[in-house]
Structures are given as C-alpha cells and as structure tokens.
C-alpha cells in the first residue's frame, strides 16, 4: 500500500484507489475477510474514499474495519480505538454529531481504562472530545473537560510545555465565551507568557494567547491594553475564533 499511499498524498486519488483496491483483493484472499490487516487496508482505502467526497462508502468501509477489529482484537485494543475515532471523524462530516460524540466517548473511556488517565494518547482523546462541545458553544459541558485536559497536560507535559499552555488558551476561550473574562484573562496571560517564551513572539501558538487575551481585556473594558498587546503581536481587532488542537 505504501505506492498507493505515495499518489494519495501527490493527490492522484484514482489511481491509490485502484491500488488500494488492488491490495483489498490481495489481503483478502491471503489473510481473510476477517483479519487485522484486512481491517487496515479497509481503514486505509475508507480515508480515501472520504477524500474523494463518498462519505457513505467510507462509513461503510470504516464500520468493516471495526467489525473486524472488534472481533479479532478486542474492543480495548488500540487499533479498535482508532477504527472508533476515525467512524467518529466520519459520522461528524455527515452531520451526525450525537453519534459520533458517543463513539469519542467509548475511545476516551477505553484508553483510560488500558493506558492509564495520564498517558498521552487518553490525553489526546479528551481533547478530542472536549473540543466537539466548544465548538456547539455547549460551554458548560466544555469547560469540565478543558479544565480535566488542563490539569492531565499539566502532569503529563509539565506547566510550561507549548501544548499544555495550548490547553491553557483554549479553556480561557471557552471562560471568554461563557462570559467569565476575569478568569479567562488570568489564563490566557500566563498561556501567553510560556508560549511566548517558549515558541516566541511570531509563533502561531503564541499569536492565539495574544488574541484570546486582548479579547479578554476588551470584555473587561481594558481597551488601551488589549489594543498595545495586539499591535505588538501584529494581530487585528477581536476575533471569535474555535478552540484550536493542542496536539498540533
């Protein structure tokens, strides 16, 4: 699969999918219908066919691959996981999002259950699903799991590391947005601190600090602050941008 991976990624979507296709038929007849690598080239061909835009047959293709990996490995395995949270990321593009929290929350409980609430993978699926509330402005069901992010990334990472400061800025945003923006400045600031002694003052991470905390200070009428600290990170007037991956 790896020249069909090749032309996936040079955009020749037809022709890594008749190669995918190709090795379907291949593992298939080799392995089964109902083996573990079966599964993969299921996952891999169901990821292009989403890009092709059929997001029916992807779903099709990635309920096969969890079908079997649920069969063949387990339902605690972490490639199951993965076959969970991709259908996840599938059912979110056709709208179907009750759903596809559900299948965020079975990945989340899972890792915490194999991996330990502190490993980095648990940590990344609750910020996976922190972020789906944030951005249905369900803010009250966001803050509890940004603030349960904040505190694992702050063991896991250490209080100064980009992406916990990351975390950091995104549940100020949230604070901002439920209209909390003492609280949300305090944290934004001291996100903006790191990031900007860490990355740096041009770095895109430190940027969004500075943009969440000049919006806080203008919520709190502090309007000649906010103003000096977007000009001196070369930002423009308030924006209401989504909480933003901490894993990027």
């Given at each position: 699969m790896d020249l069909a991976r090749l032309l996936q990624g040079q955009g020749d979507l037809a022709a890594a999918r008749h190669l995918y296709e190709r090795a379907l038929a291949i593992r298939e007849k080799a392995f089964g219908t109902e083996h573990p690598d079966t599964a993969s080239n299921l996952?891999?061909?169901g990821h292009l066919v989403m890009d092709q835009g059929d997001l029916t047959k992807a779903g099709l293709l990635f309920e096969s691959a969890l079908a079997i990996r649920e069969k063949t490995l387990g339902h605690d395995d972490p490639d199951t996981v993965r076959s969970l949270s991709n259908?996840?990321?599938?059912?979110?593009?056709?709208?179907?999002?009750?759903?596809?929290?559900?299948?965020?929350?079975?990945?989340?409980?899972?890792?915490?259950?194999?991996?330990?609430?502190?490993?980095?993978?648990?940590?990344?699926?609750?910020?996976?699903?922190?972020?789906?509330?944030?951005?249905?402005?369900?803010f009250s069901r966001a803050r509890p799991?940004?603030?349960?992010?904040?505190?694992?990334?702050?063991?896991?990472l250490g209080?100064?590391?980009?992406?916990?400061?990351?975390?950091?800025?995104?549940?100020?945003?949230?604070?901002?947005?439920?209209?909390?923006?003492?609280?949300?400045?305090?944290?934004?600031?001291a996100a903006l601190a790191a990031h900007d002694n860490v990355l740096g003052r041009d770095h895109a991470w430190t940027k969004d600090s500075a943009r969440v905390t000049a919006d806080a200070l203008d919520a709190l009428g502090r309007t000649e602050e906010a103003k000096t600290l977007r000009e001196r990170y070369g930002l423009t007037g308030p924006e209401n941008l989504e909480p933003l991956s901490a894993s990027k």
């Open positions: 996952e891999a061909l259908l996840a990321y599938l059912l979110e593009a056709q709208g179907n999002v009750a759903d596809a929290w559900q299948l965020h929350e079975r990945a989340l409980a899972i890792r915490q259950k194999m991996l330990g609430p502190e490993h980095s993978d648990t940590v990344d699926s609750l910020l996976v699903l922190a972020m789906r509330p944030a951005m249905a402005e369900d799991l940004y603030e349960r992010a904040l505190a694992l990334t702050q063991q896991v209080p100064e590391a980009p992406g916990t400061n990351r975390v950091r800025s995104n549940l100020s945003r949230i604070l901002l947005s439920a209209g909390e923006p003492t609280e949300a400045v305090g944290l934004s600031a």
